[in-house]
């Protein structure tokens, strides 16, 4: 019996810029006639250009995803990295079955649970534990099923006294944390997280990795794994696809995936020392953004440093910071290990992803240097919401001894 749990053969998305369909009746009418009754390929895939959204392009039509091919088996954990705008995100929604995909063949051997983007298979009028039962059903669980499993997914989500609260009245934090542990505990083969785990805090995003771990590791479920914290995807995986332009560049073991994503991306990654950063991450607390960075040498560092740039959506760099820039210069010593933060003070972001470069070294290496190597996503109610302008946050820095 085959041990394969999904198979892509030939996928491709293809998408007209500005557009819905191909923009006009008699394309639209061409294009059902020739895929649909005569079989045929699709017309305007032929004049499709790559994904690559740093270059101007000369047509509307855009291949997300393009000639995709490969096979995961059962209990794999497959880490899926690539730049903003590889793909990443479309080919979970089309895994998923939230898109169809252009051309191509998808065979799932079992049923699939999926965490993509905020509130993404909730409904906003029902409660959570009314959401519960609704993604349950959706499963094809029965409800005593699922009762069996309630009071484990309400403790692990920690949203206990708000359980019988309309869920569009939850921030995007308590969203993420019952969506998760739904997603987590119902009875799946696949499991399917998008980076909306950066929504959550350090402790929670702790928590999942270690349930994705436990359930890939100890149930042999099937678990795909979208993220920029490459830490968490090395920790978590045993298998990498790594994505660029709408294409797969490698598919292999995560330690070969991830050296060449390193290596071969200078723009992604300029210097990287193994053994030393042993996690980076960021989260959303209160109304501050604090970002996290776990090292380890063998000898003392020179005053370790830590450095990062925001960047909108569109790449274009918001603010950046490092330690020395700051007030408080005691955080500045030297050490072998240890944990050195920053905490970002109400910056003014509004709602979106946001991609951070980080740099960490001390006065005579450059330990870890990346850009776009972690995201956020900010879903604003209080004061993250207004726009940053010429505002320029206050951060401040912590060198914890670990």
Known sequence: MSNTAIKVENL??????????????GQDVDRWFKTKILGKED????????NDRSTKGMSDFVYSLQDINFEINQGDAVGIIGRNGAGKSTLLKILSRVTTPTTGKINIKGRVASLLEVGTGFHPELTGRENIYLNGAILGMRKREIDRKLDEIIDFSGVERYIDTPVKRYSSGMYVRLAFAVAAHLESEILIVDEVLAVGDAEFQKKCLGKMGEVSKGEGRTVLFVSHNMGAVKQLCNKGIMLKNGEISLMSEIPIVLQKYFGENRDSQICYVEGVVKNISVYVQAEDIHIELEYNSNKFLDIPNLGFVFKNSLGEILFGHNLKMADDKNSLCNMNNGIISAKIIQPRLVSGTYSLSIWFGDSVTNYFEGIDVLSLVINN???????????????EYINVHK
Do not use: W
């Open 12 to 25: 491709s998305k293809i998408y007209r810029l500005g557009e819905i369909g191909t923009g006009s009746i």
């Open 43 to 50: 017309p305007f895939l032929k004049i499709g250009e790559s």
């Open 381 to 395: 109610n209080a004061s993250l919401g207004r726009n940053l302008g010429s505002y320029y946050p206050k951060v």
